[in-house]
C-alpha cells in the first residue's frame, strides 16, 4: 500500500473488521442457543410404557355399509378413527401399528421405555395368575356333569323329533293341494322338478 497523497482508495483496518465479525458471530450463536432452549422448553418427564387396559374395538364396523359424504366428520368417515391422534386409518393392521406406535404413544403421555421387572414383582404377577387360573377351575360333580349331559341330549332328539314331525306335515299338505293344471296336462307331465308322481 502506497502512503501517497495522490492515492484516492479507501483503506480498511483489517484486524478492526475481524474483531467486528468475530462479535456478530458469537452473538448469533448465543441469540440460536436461547431459541433453542426456548423452543425445547424444560425437559418433559415422560411415563413408561405400560400395557392398554381397555379391548381395542377393531369388530364393530366389521361387514357394515356407511355413506360418506362432504359434511361426514372425519371420526365417521371410512376406516379406524384415532381420537387421541385425530387421524383415520384404513385398515385394522394398521390401525393396531399406530396404536402401538412412536406417535400415539408419546400423544398419550407415554415415552417408549418400559419398566425394568424385578424378581418381587415377577412373583407377585406369578401368584396373581395362579389365582385367576384358579378362579376359573369350576370343581364339576361326576353325576351332576353326566346328569346335564343326559339332559341335552334329550332335548336334542326331541327338538329332532319335532322337526321330523313339522316336516311330514307340510309334505302332507303339499301333496293335499298338489292339482294338476290343464298347462301341465297338455304338455304331457305333472309337476316340475319333482320324482314323486301324482296319484
Known amino acids: ?24 458471530k458469537k452473538s448469533e450463536k448465543d441469540q440460536r442457543d436461547e431459541a433453542e432452549k426456548a423452543k425445547k422448553g ?4 415422560r411415563e413408561l410404557l405400560k400395557t ?22 372425519t371420526s365417521q368417515s371410512g376406516g379406524y378413527y384415532c381420537n387421541v391422534c385425530d387421524c383415520v386409518v384404513k385398515d ?26 424385578s424378581l418381587d414383582a415377577v412373583k407377585k404377577r406369578f401368584d396373581m395368575n395362579k389365582k385367576k387360573m384358579e378362579e376359573k377351575k369350576k370343581d364339576y360333580d361326576l353325576q351332576a356333569r353326566l346328569s346335564e349331559i343326559a339332559e341335552e341330549e334329550e332335548k336334542l332328539k326331541e327338538y329332532r323329533r319335532e322337526k321330523r314331525k313339522e316336516k311330514r306335515k307340510i309334505e302332507e299338505v303339499q301333496e293335499d293341494t298338489d292339482v294338476p ?19
Open 1 to 24: 500500500m502506497s502512503m501517497r497523497p495522490d492515492d484516492h482508495r479507501r483503506k480498511w483496518d483489517r484486524e478492526e473488521y475481524e474483531k467486528l465479525a468475530e462479535e456478530r
Open 52 to 73: 392398554r387396559e381397555y379391548k381395542v374395538d377393531l369388530d364393530s364396523k366389521l361387514g357394515k355399509s356407511i355413506v360418506i359424504n362432504k359434511s361426514t366428520p
Open 181 to 199: 293344471n290343464e298347462l301341465a296336462n297338455i304338455m304331457g307331465f305333472s309337476g316340475f322338478g319333482t320324482t314323486k308322481k301324482s296319484k
Open 92 to 117: 385394522s393392521i394398521n390401525f393396531l401399528d399406530h396404536i402401538n406406535g412412536k406417535k400415539h404413544q408419546r400423544n398419550l403421555g407415554m415415552s417408549m421405555k418400559i419398566e425394568r421387572s
Open 42 to 45: 424444560p425437559p418433559v418427564k
